[in-house]
């Protein structure tokens, strides 16, 4: 099944084609963006999808609701659906998503980079961006338009002027703007819309409607419905003309009144679900036909929505489904929400039972519904929206159960929250242990020692270790769920600890427990401990052999690389460097070292920034190498307690003087020109004299002069060892990655 | 921080049934618009209740924020309690001429 989010509407039949409108939007010139910006009920959907419909290129749709506030929730899903186009487009961007604490600007920068290689024209819709407000999704957004490649085109539709920098596309004509003004009907194609209903209606009685509806494209629709069994349509006009009521509450009323009673109250009663099949209707409202009532509505009315899903769903149109809700008392809704949420719950459809529950006030099943699944939340990639709830429910309930805190704050860490945010969850989850001793148990003593170890002394190896060993006692009483999570959060503080063998035994433990590969986070994280340990004593084929493992099963598991692989890659780094293949483990080391990046400095970070420059040591890498162990040490210096790693610094470093003093000091007889650094770059890829003095428009003498000179200058008599000494230097260094 | 009273005022009368839209507030339907008036606690508050006013296709004509000694001498004296509605069915069947 797709998600919801990402399903298109499909265009009634009736519904006009509205010719000059396609035409504004075909003919876009070199505008990135296209804004639909108008009030509800004004055809905007309706006319993105009609339009949608016609084009030759492939269409991303997705409508945004208030969850897209977390950006990456909203790019997750949108570079999901960018991913559909096949060429793996996306695949980039999804990785970056994957890792905790991103910058969701370089996962949009990776899409871009995507959607440049994919190079075919497309269009990506974003469908009620209005539902957002967050800065940081608004703000990312704006950034992805500042970096659509040519082929690309965004259209949004919106309620009100997004904060996407409108006002400097506006001035460069990079935008395209249809408003109200726009979107309004003319008295045309509102007599077009009339004629096509068989509605008899004389040119006064239209200009009375569209004066009326002030060309409200809701108003002319429920006007058409209204008006299409009626035999005195102009009589009727004039009545509704002359009444000073509301254009939208006249007509629904009209509408609704010559509707079936039966019809009318299922309309009424289904219009608190926001997206429905049939078999939510019947659970709802306890009745079995909702299939075939659902049916017919969407042959003949123009405000239920059918979506391109199998199994088919159906939404309202937004304005009709709040105006069917007035007529709803507060207690039928709040019943009927209710019901929507146990429907959903029962179909694993956790989120949307949530949301129905959180709509119908009920915070006393949110409650329940987060903890039953607080783990499939933060297991599966998820913990934003985990936090985003246990943040709405009221204090009172989160005392009471103080596994919601403790859990909201597991999430926060995970998301690399702000520190504060961490400890003022967990302070309530104390206050409840102080209050209601009843309420606490193992398992949430469990999650509060694992988050302490993680999150909040993950600066002082010492108290990390003591955490995860209190987390270690809670679990053995019983919370076999944690085992595993505990033991690898255990077996890391040991290994920052300096306590290789306890490291090792306790990470061994992990593995072999039955449910290990069922906790993926805990299951990698403890194969990499393994692995490293194996690595830096020097059982170089069992390191590799585990960290390969683990690197698969994240791949596997999480569709990419997961920052827990980080220590599996550091491992097999040091398998590799031990090996002879100092190429792949640079590569490998690097990996495990971006995979560890986060908005604040962690140990775990520091120990991977040592790895790589250990590594890029071993390869005369050695600027690159000490400025790794100048951020490595930065960041030592503000732990409390970083356990083994300044004494891994203090043999980086020595290594490091060693490896100079090997290269002359670190100084050349002579400065390279500029010319001969060029050359020098040249050689460094590989290539031959010839196709340097191709690609630098030189002859293949001046070449050999440069190169001759550079020999001399570098102390080098071949190019591997110019080249080697060069990198020593930092004569290369333009670019950090080397792939 | 303590609840402002306010009135927004909209395009329309609106019927009785668009009192459950607007909890705590008080509606009004007289001379083509409605007045929909009671206390806001803070600026979210107020967004809500403008969204609210959006995603029911309506649209504002004046937004005033009424100090509490105002909001006692503006307050019409046929206010009635929360979510009740004043409205007058046979002022809209003919309309206001």
Redesign the interface.
Known sequence: MIEPKLMLPRVHAGMLRRTRLLEMLDDHGASALTVLDA???YGKTTLVRSWCIERSEPVIWMTLDPADDDPVRLWTHLATAVDRLGQGVGARALRRLGVRGVQVETAIDELMNGLVAYGGPVTIVLDDLHAVRSETSLGSIGHAIERLPAGARLVVST??DPAVGLAKLRASRALIEVRARELAFTVDEAQELFIREGIQLSGEGVDLLVERTEG?P?GLYLAALWLRDLDDPDERVR?FA?????????LT?EVLTALPAEIRDFLVQTSVLGRFTPELCDAVLGREDSGAVLAELARSNMFLVALDARPQWYRYH??FG??L??????EAARELRRRAAEWCRAQGLIEDAIEYAATAGDAESVAELLLETHLQFIRGGRAGQFLGWVRWLPHELLVEHPLLPAAGAAAAGLLARPEVEVRRLLAVSERSRRERPQTWSPYVEAVVELTRAEVIEGGDVGAAAEHARRAVAATRAGVDVLSVGALATLSQARFFAGDLDESRRIAVQAIERPEAPDVPEGYVGSLGLLALVDGEQGRNDSAERTAREAIGFARRHFQADAWVASLAHLGLALACLATGRPDEAEREALRGEQLRRSHQPTVGHAHALLVLAQVRVARSRLALAASDLKRARAMIEEFPNAGRLPAIASTVEQDLTVARANVGNGRVAENPSEAELAVLRCLATGLSRREIGARLYISLNTVKTHNRELYRKLGATSRAEAVARAEALGLLERTESPG | MSAHRYRVVVEGELGPRYASAFDGMTLSAHDGRTEIMGPIVDPSHLHGLLDRIAGLGLTVHSLTPLDTEDAQAEAPTHTQPAGVIDYDPGANAKGPT
């Open positions: 009030g509800v009920g309620r009100s409200w809701a009545a002359g009444s000073a009521r509301h254009v939208g509450d006249y009323a937004h304005l709040e105006l809700q007035l007529e709803l008392g507060r």
